[in-house]
């Protein structure tokens, strides 16, 4: 069974850090863009970051830049969105989601495997 698991959200104050761990299970990362994206409520859903499959290319939004980063362990079939300097702006449910894609896929239409989400609360 292809499965995405998130894990590692919670509650945070601002400044504070998290990071979120996206566990593949049934079928391999390798070959795989990877892809975070957030929903905060109300809001659409949105790219915040990927990798690329091959040569370690990455996207990031201007919203998280410098803040976030986004990284691989094929060998653990998983990949970690660590996140630094949290705002108040960040709170989501964050998402991975894979692409059979070369390069750095920013949108939706691109994905085929979504995980069910990791709530990400940041608060004093």
């Known amino acids: 069974q292809v499965q995405l698991v998130e894990s590692g959200g919670g509650l945070v104050q601002p400044g504070g850090s998290l990071r979120l761990s996206c566990a593949a299970s049934?079928?391999?990362?390798?070959?795989?863009?990877i892809g975070w994206f957030r929903q905060a409520p109300g809001k659409e859903r949105e790219g915040v970051l990927c990798?690329?499959?091959?040569?370690?290319?990455?996207y990031y939004a201007d919203s998280v830049k410098g803040r976030f980063t986004i990284s691989r362990d094929n060998a653990k079939n998983t990949v970690y969105l660590q996140m630094n300097s949290l705002k108040p702006e960040d709170p989501a449910v964050y998402y991975c989601?894979?692409?059979?894609?070369?390069?750095?896929?920013?949108?939706?239409?691109?994905?085929?495997?979504w995980g069910q989400g990791t709530q990400v609360t940041v608060s004093s």
């Open positions: 989601a894979t692409a059979r894609y070369d390069g750095v896929p920013r949108e939706e239409i691109y994905y085929d495997y």
């Open positions: 990798i690329s499959s091959n040569d370690g290319s990455t």
């Open positions: 049934g079928f391999t990362l390798d070959y795989y863009a």
